[in-house]
């Protein structure tokens, strides 16, 4: 899959549109586009609830937060994810005993902290602020508990980035409604 986006990339880019199965989740154009779009509603999504929080009338939305999001998503989210499925998918096939429970703990208990992590790093960049890290575990903690349950379904290989992307959209609305 690798091979066939950097062939895609030398030939100019994609020759057909982000649609059909194949092309849904497993192409590389796609999954980034998907990912900063998604990304960047999670945090209008959170912005709407603060406003609806503090009943805020005013139409201001910080236009901001939103496109961070989405750079996030596009630069971040959408290939670190495709390329871990993918090498997830050859490192630990299907065909081996526990798979699928293999595949949650490497999900877990090492993607997961990592990547909450760059999530902090890239955000703290993009806002040009400076983290806590002991404000990283609480979340990691949180992400364990209620991510793991979507994230361990089985689902097709050309739609896991695509349900993550999902599941990730209200997780980014969460650590987005926390605040600066």
């Given at each position: 899959?690798?091979?066939?986006?950097?062939r895609r990339r030398a030939e100019g880019g994609p020759s057909r549109a982000c649609v059909g199965k194949d092309q849904l989740s497993?192409?590389?154009?796609?999954?980034?586009?998907?990912?900063?779009?998604?990304?960047?509603?999670?945090?209008?999504?959170?912005?709407?609830?603060?406003?609806?929080?503090?009943?805020?009338?005013?139409?201001?939305?910080?236009?901001?937060?939103?496109?961070?999001?989405?750079?996030?998503?596009?630069?971040?989210?959408?290939?670190?994810?495709?390329?871990?499925?993918?090498?997830?998918?050859?490192?630990?096939?299907?065909?081996?005993?526990?798979?699928?429970?293999?595949?949650?703990?490497?999900?877990?208990?090492?993607?997961?902290?990592?990547?909450?992590?760059?999530?902090?790093?890239?955000?703290?960049?993009?806002?040009?602020?400076?983290?806590?890290?002991?404000?990283?575990?609480?979340?990691?903690?949180?992400?364990?508990?209620?991510?793991?349950?979507?994230?361990?379904?089985?689902?097709?290989?050309?739609?896991?980035?695509?349900?993550?992307?999902?599941?990730?959209?209200?997780?980014?609305?969460?650590?987005?409604?926390?605040?600066?």
């Amino acid at each position: 899959a690798a091979t066939r986006w950097a062939r895609r990339r030398a030939e100019g880019g994609p020759s057909r549109a982000c649609v059909g199965k194949d092309q849904l989740s497993m192409s590389p154009d796609c999954v980034l586009v998907h990912s900063a779009i998604l990304s960047a509603f999670s945090n209008f999504l959170a912005q709407m609830i603060e406003k609806k929080r503090k009943k805020d009338n005013s139409q201001n939305l910080d236009v901001t937060g939103p496109l961070r999001y989405a750079i996030y998503g596009f630069f971040f989210t959408g290939p670190v994810s495709h390329f871990f499925y993918l090498f997830m998918e050859s490192w630990i096939p299907s065909e081996v005993p526990l798979a699928g429970v293999k595949r949650l703990l490497l999900d877990r208990l090492l993607f997961a902290p990592a990547f909450l992590l760059l999530f902090f790093l890239v955000m703290n960049f993009l806002e040009t602020q400076y983290m806590c890290i002991t404000h990283t575990y609480p979340r990691v903690h949180i992400l364990w508990q209620l991510y793991t349950p979507p994230i361990s379904i089985h689902k097709p290989m050309h739609l896991r980035v695509l349900f993550a992307n999902l599941v990730a959209l209200f997780w980014y609305a969460y650590l987005a409604s926390l605040g600066k």
